[in-house]
T-cell receptor
Framework: TQLLEQSPQFLSIQEGENLTVYCNSSSVFSSLQWYRQEPGEGPVLLVTVVTGGEVKKLKRLTFQFGDARKDSSLHITAAQPGDTGLYLCAGARNQGGKLIFGQGTELSVKP | DAMVIQNPRYQVTQFGKPVTLSCSQTLNHNVMYWYQQKSSQAPKLLFHYYDKDFNNEADTPDNFQSRRPNTSFCFLDIRSPGLGDAAMYLC????????????????FGDGTRLSIL
């Protein structure tokens, strides 16, 4: 059972465009983390959101946690080729605390 | 810098020949994880250690075993690799999650890419 659905799975855009990646679930999470993974490397944590409705900004990246803590979004403004990579959302449940990963969004930003 | 180090970065083995992947950490985290990741897919958790307690995922094949001799090191043993086991294997660590309900981030190594001939 896929508890976290990410969309889109693949996204190819031109430099300077904006984009949004969605992470949705029917389950409530105590927190949600976003990671970026570049080819040949391990995932690197971008942000953790904990409170329903929370918005966090990291330069051109804006992360939002849904009010009900069932969904999250990542918005990138003026994408650059350096943003290329696999974006993973991962949710933590109260029981046990293992992360549940979404299937990832493969982003390609062309110059 | 404190980090999670995986060796080797690339490993080639023969079909059916046992192979061991290693992971070390300088973060002094008590939880260590092994994930399998296939091309452009999400990491799939194989098992994790909470201190010395081993926790296997229900769908992890018996072919995969793990050892954690001390806090810093963790090994992934694949007893008889098949062609379907070719993948990137990621090691990760985190602090105590049972008290913090999973809010602790995971720190990943750069992975070992395993090829099967």
């Amino acid at each position: 059972t896929q508890l976290l659905e990410q969309s889109p799975q693949f996204l190819s855009i031109q430099e300077g465009e904006n984009l949004t990646v969605y992470c949705n679930s029917s389950s409530v999470f105590s927190s949600l983390q976003w990671y970026r993974q570049e080819p040949g490397e391990g995932p690197v944590l971008l942000v953790t959101v904990v409170t329903g409705g929370e918005v966090k900004k990291l330069k051109r990246l804006t992360f939002q946690f849904g009010d009900a803590r069932k969904d999250s979004s990542l918005h990138i403004t003026a994408a650059q080729p350096g943003d290329t990579g696999l974006y993973l959302c991962a949710g933590a449940r109260n029981q046990g605390g293992k992360l549940i990963f979404g299937q990832g969004t493969e982003l390609s930003v062309k110059p | 810098d404190a980090m999670v180090i995986q060796n080797p970065r690339y490993q080639v083995t023969q079909f059916g020949k046992p192979v061991t992947l290693s992971c070390s950490q300088t973060l002094n985290h008590n939880v260590m994880y092994w994930y399998q990741q296939k091309s452009s897919q999400a990491p799939k958790l194989l098992f994790h250690y909470y201190d010395k307690d081993f926790n296997n995922e229900a769908d992890t094949p018996d072919n995969f075993q793990s050892r954690r001799p001390n806090t810093s090191f963790c090994f992934l043993d694949i007893r008889s690799p098949g062609l379907g086991d070719a993948a990137m294997y990621l090691c990760a660590t985190s602090r105590d999650f049972r008290g913090a309900f999973g809010n602790q981030p995971q720190h990943f190594g750069d992975g070992t890419r395993l090829s099967i001939l």
